[in-house]
């Protein structure tokens, strides 16, 4: 089996949220990838608890998905978005709008989660311009939250570090408290009973500021950055009911949760709650190809659609949006989707998932544990080193010693398997996953 060699000066590459320097003394480098597993240039095999990055939901370079890939790229290498059409882009769109729910029909594509969650928020902010109400500018996000690393997905997020070396971002924006209460809610199966009060935190932001200069909220049905943190039950139906209430849109960042890590193209099903905008990334293509984007309510699309026949009606874009090969990816992702019914299988094993993730209670330093979906959070508590320290030696020794890969965030293993995952490889995570824990004493 070949895989490729590892470099010998890692010195020139600046690795994105990384701690680079104990990276570049001790690499954990993964150069091949099939299935639930990846491999590293010596040829060691680990087990994919993490999707990749959320993103690998069909399994890794999957037949069908390399070969539209390979003959897009064969066939027509680029194609410009801008005043010009791709068949397999509209393809794409008709596809994913026809998995949103309600009248979310309309699609804008982008290259990532963040430039989808900033393409929202403009759209957000330009809709009701052209509504004539051009004073609702106000954005709100919530504690916790992330929504990428553009400074419009900072500034709705709500993550310290992530934000605050980076001066004023944008200015208007309001947070909603995070829904995570460990004394209320410790070891969770799926949505925690406790929290659906917190929604009305809202109607404390919009007494302040008047719904007349608020713009949109936007949240994540499941928090997964900041550690998986789940919609209490009742919250986002909430919420859905305060935005109604006050013309405010409500917008749902799908890129984790989208495309069937909770059971379901977009988790809005799962929840039965329409919002006015799905971001979406990451599992649109299975992590192939980057790609991004936004599915919008037919009313959003159709306030844009005004002025002279020939005008651009949105200033907005990227390069690269609607990429060919990445269109071709996702046209041949959502096929695997649908013909092997991933969702359907997501939805069956999650009480097998959640029942084998749970039978870490107890073991040493676990102080919480949540499950959703294909999804599962072991809370460690910090060693006397400090907040981060055991989790990143968690993630260390999972790849070098017990062959497994997974997230941290801080001190919290985050899992999030491919779900093509088997119900013996189920065990195999979490006992390596033991195994971690116990090795860190
Ligand atoms: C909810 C959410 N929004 C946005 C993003 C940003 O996506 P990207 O890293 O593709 O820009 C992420 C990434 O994990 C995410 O989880």
Partial sequence: ??????????????????????????????????????????????LDGAAGLWCVNAGHSRDPIVKAIQDQAA???????????????????????????????????????????????????????????????????????????GFGGISVGGISPNRKIYGAMLAGVDHLPATYNRAEQAFARG??????????????????????????????????STGVIAAPKGYLQKLRAICDK?????????????????????????????????????GITSGTVPMGGVVVRKCIYDAFMKGPDHAVEMFHGYTYSAHPLACAAGLATLDVYEKEGLFERARKIEPIWADAVHSLKGLPNVADIRTIGIVGAIDLAPNNVGPGKRGFEAMDEAYHKQDLLFRIAGDTIVLSPPLIISEAQIDEVVEKTAKVIKALG
């Fill in 191 to 224: 949505e925690p009973d406790w929290g659906a009060h917190l929604a009305d935190d809202l109607e404390n932001i919009v007494a302040l500021h008047d719904a007349s200069n608020i713009a949109a909220v936007i949240v994540e049905p499941m928090a997964g």
């Fill in 75 to 149: 066939e027509m290498d680029f194609s410009p978005p801008f005043q010009f059409g791709n068949p397999k882009a509209f393809q794409l769109a008709t596809r994913v709008a026809a998995m949103a729910p309600g009248d979310l029909d309309h699609v804008f594509f982008a290259n990532s989660g963040s430039e989808a969650v900033d393409t929202a928020l403009k759209m957000a902010i330009g809709y009701f311009h052209m509504q004539g109400q051009g004073q609702r500018q106000r954005l709100i996000g919530r504690a916790r939250g992330y929504h990428g690393v």
């Fill in 246 to 282: 006050y013309g405010i849109l409500l917008i749902f960042d799908e890129v984790i949760t989208g495309f069937g890590r909770l059971g379901y193209a977009f988790a809005a099903e799962r929840y039965g709650v329409v919002p006015d905008m799905i971001c979406f990334a990451k």
């Fill in 1 to 46: 089996m070949s895989t490729v060699a590892a470099p010998n000066d890692l010195n020139a590459y600046w690795m994105p949220f990384t701690a680079n320097r104990s990276f570049k003394r001790a690499p954990r480098m993964l150069s091949k990838a099939k299935d639930m597993h990846y491999w590293t240039p010596e040829g060691r095999k680990l």
